[in-house]
């Protein structure tokens, strides 16, 4: 069964920075783009970033572009999210989501997701 | 940038058929995808590719996309589809992935 696991989650101040980690395991990690949606609370989902299978593509939402930076490491079948400058408004949950596809593209969709971990900015 | 619209919240009586409608600017031209999240649970895919089902997935989960709206469609609602609901399709001008608002299915 395909699992992925977010860690890396928790209160942290305005400005400061957060790395999340995504632990997938069950699937050829290498073969899928994955992707970085959040959820502030009692809100409804929002894409951050995605990656496609060998970190060929990369994209982001507008309101992230500059502040956080989604990266993988194959090898060690890992997912991976810098985000610095953090605000008020990046207070979420953040899910790992795989792909079904290696590109993401108009065909793709997420097929597995996380259980999430929370990201808390405040002061 | 590419926006979903999503009506906030629909009922249905236990046994009929509910649809749930997502908007969007030529809509029919992209995929769009479907996903069920549960109080305190992960989304999961329901319907992908306007109309494929998931292996997993019962068979009154359907859906269709045409022009501006894509629609899913639960024939034979049962209490347990009492969900969020949220679209999803990929904007290639922008390359993002763009989510709908949402919409709580409510069966009563």
């Known amino acids: 069964d395909v699992q992925l696991v977010e860690s890396g989650g928790g209160l942290v101040q305005p400005g400061r920075s957060l790395r999340l980690s995504c632990a997938a395991s069950g699937l050829t990690f290498d073969e899928y783009a994955m992707h970085w949606v959040r959820q502030a609370p009692g809100k409804g989902l929002e894409w951050v970033s995605s990656i496609s299978w060998n970190s060929g593509r990369i994209d982001y939402v507008n309101s992230v572009k500059g502040r956080f930076t989604i990266s993988r490491d194959n090898a060690k079948n890992s997912l991976y999210l810098q985000m610095n400058s953090l605000r008020a408004e990046d207070t979420a949950l953040y899910y790992c989501?795989?792909?079904?596809?290696?590109?993401?593209?108009?065909?793709?969709?997420?097929?597995?997701w996380g259980q999430g971990t929370l990201v808390t900015v405040s002061s | 940038s590419y926006e979903l619209t999503q009506p906030p919240s629909v009922s249905v009586s236990p046994g009929q058929t509910a649809s749930i409608t997502c908007s969007g600017d030529k809509l029919g031209d992209k995929f769009a995808s479907w996903y069920q999240q549960k109080p305190g649970q992960s989304p999961v895919v329901v319907i992908y590719?306007?109309?494929k089902r998931p292996s997993g997935i019962p068979e009154r989960f359907s859906g269709s996309n045409s022009g501006n709206t894509a629609t899913l469609t639960i024939s034979g609602t049962q209490a347990m589809d009492e969900a969020d609901y949220y679209c999803?399709?990929?904007?290639?001008?922008?390359?993002?992935?763009?989510f709908g608002g949402g919409t709580k299915l409510t069966v009563l």
């Open positions: 590719q306007d109309r």
């Open positions: 989501a795989k792909d079904a596809y290696p590109e993401y593209s108009g065909q793709g969709y997420f097929d597995y």
């Open positions: 999803q399709a990929w904007d290639s001008s922008t390359a993002e992935e763009v």
